[in-house]
């Protein structure tokens, strides 16, 4: 998403707070208006109705009962006793059915009318012989139930851009931590892959920082890798490069002089054959990604991979004089068919170089734990200095003291622990039971009715 159309967090939730905030105190207001207006409307019908007591209790008395916002009128059987000055100043106006003959005919209890150009609540009360009659206007109710919305409302209305400024500065401050995150990511150039700083940071941002700073660690590994890859790439296809041109050079020298012999086509075919074994080993180590890499694993039957690559191996063994075994049950490992192929094969021809001529090599299951397999690649041969063991695992290393006698590109075992690593599996190097190098490779496995 660009800048442009990009939203501020700290925005939205402000927006969202309160505006659930201001719908939440507006309904709770109108709700509590309501219940209040309804309490008040019932206590101006017990006000009314206790006029209307009042007014009966008074009709033989000379005391004169009236209100400036209440008429009344006192009937019996005979017709009018009794009414407010108000209520006969406007008794020309009243409907017909709040005649003076007709008063008696009037429903019992509360109920509403317009008379006088308004509307009044009006209430009647029956007590023989006499009946009184009471009306209230509605504005007058109208008016205190406005005053009562003003009074519900107001402290809304006031409290409002206090719990806005309050909703501000708790969102602003807790939201410090992702802004913080967000000014360090900011900062960071392409050449920057040092971790981001997790301290301080709140709960919720730990799995956020931890993800980011082990990709940054990733990629600065691959960096490193990359430029290791690189250099050390430069350094070995320089030399059998060199050999090339200096061989090229002689036989064209040579082809003058008539003066070719087979020893000198041996030594060209050697030389290209090293430099494309070395560019081989390149390719297979760029290959096996992480990222391209998971999307292929499958089940693989181990056994019958092994006995394919000794097949294929079978003629350099022999001209080796050498005695392979290979003692293992059916058993599956969850692989990638190629990866495993290059894992076994650079191991095998690791041992067969190596171990040197009329030797031995085993190849067998090991014991492991119950959710990986182990498998051990070992020869009969001289074995390896222990000092040295892990430096085998460095791309392009070779041990001195067979690099005159064999020549190899150093990168074999390097990726067989790139491969192992892609597996998470694990792999150990040591001399072994029969006197030569010993590895010893484990791999995850799976139940056998998966392979397909």
Do not use: C
């Amino acid at each position: 998403m660009s800048k442009n159309n990009a939203k501020s967090m700290q925005g939205q939730l402000i927006s969202l707070i309160l505006a659930s905030v201001v719908l939440a105190t507006f309904f709770a207001a109108l709700q509590s208006y309501r219940s209040s207006s309804k309490q008040l409307m019932q206590l101006f019908d017990a006000q009314l109705q206790e006029f209307a007591e009042i007014a009966l209790a008074l009709n033989n008395s000379e005391t004169q009962t009236s209100s400036a916002h209440r008429l009344f009128q006192i009937t019996n059987q005979h017709g009018l006793v009794r009414q407010s000055q108000q209520l006969e100043i406007d008794f020309k106006t009243l409907p017909r059915a709040f005649g003076q003959h007709l008063a008696n005919e009037l429903p019992s209890g509360f109920f509403e009318a317009g008379f006088g150009g308004q509307r009044w609540r009006l209430y009647r009360l029956e007590r023989a012989p006499f009946s009184v009659l009471v009306a209230e206007p509605l504005s007058k109710r109208q008016l205190a139930s406005e005053n009562l919305l003003m009074v519900s409302i107001s402290p809304v209305v006031m409290v409002v851009p206090i719990i806005g400024l309050l909703v501000f500065y708790l969102v602003r401050k807790n939201i410090r931590p992702l802004r913080a995150l967000g000014n360090a990511l900011r900062k960071k150039d392409h050449t920057d892959l040092t971790p981001v700083a997790s301290q301080g940071m709140v709960t919720e941002l730990l799995p956020v920082t931890d993800k980011i700073n082990d990709l940054l660690a990733r990629l600065a590994l691959a960096f490193d890798r990359e430029k290791r890859l690189t250099a050390n790439i430069a350094h070995e296809l320089r030399t059998p490069i060199s050999v090339l041109s200096i061989t090229a050079h002689n036989l064209s020298y040579q082809l003058n002089q008539k003066d070719i012999t087979q020893d000198d086509l041996a030594d060209l075919k050697q030389q290209v054959e090293r430099l494309a074994q070395v560019v081989e080993q390149i390719i297979a180590l760029s290959r096996y990604t992480p990222e391209n890499f998971n999307e292929t694993l499958k089940p693989i039957d181990i056994e019958s991979l092994i006995q394919e690559l000794i097949a294929a191996r079978y003629d350099e063994i022999i001209s080796q004089q050498q005695e392979i075994e290979l003692q293992m049950s059916h058993a599956v490992v969850i692989g990638e068919e190629f990866a495993l192929k290059t894992l076994f094969d650079n191991l095998l021809r690791n041992a067969i170089k190596y171990a040197g001529k009329k030797q031995r090599i085993l190849i067998r299951q090991i014991p492991a734990t119950k959710n990986m397999m182990g498998i051990e690649v070992a020869d009969s041969g001289s074995g390896v200095d222990i000092t040295i063991m892990q430096d085998l695992l460095t791309p392009f290393y070779r041990e001195e003291s067979k690099q005159t006698k064999v020549k190899g590109s150093g990168l074999g075992l390097a990726i067989v622990k790139h491969i192992v690593d892609l597996l998470n599996g694990k792999m150990t190097l040591e001399n072994g039971e029969l006197g030569g190098l010993s590895v010893k490779v484990y791999l995850p496995i799976t139940d056998t009715k998966e392979v397909q």
